[in-house]
């Protein structure tokens, strides 16, 4: 029983580093679309969006963008500023 835990960590370590989670434009969603009229919300090649601008200012906003965004903070489109 303790070499089988001992290999489930191993195995759970090794997937940890592994793990890859960025959206790309072309793979396993690609052909996959739908949208939901009643939510304003869908999914066009695994990345979401909406045809409503408030709706779609809450979908890109939490996302994640590679680089450094320090200095142009203020600049992305996500922003509000007040």
Not at 20 to 34: F, L, P, R, S, Y
């Amino acid at each position: 029983m303790k070499r089988t835990f001992e290999a489930i960590l191993a195995c759970a370590s090794y997937l940890a580093t592994s793990v890859d989670a960025a959206i790309v434009e072309d793979g396993i969603w690609t052909g996959n679309d739908w949208y939901q009229e009643q939510f304003k919300i869908g999914v066009r090649n695994g990345v979401p969006y909406s045809d409503d601008s408030n709706t779609a200012h809450r979908i890109t906003a939490p996302l994640s963008i590679d680089g450094d965004i320090i200095d142009s903070y203020l600049t992305k489109e996500n922003v509000i500023r007040v």
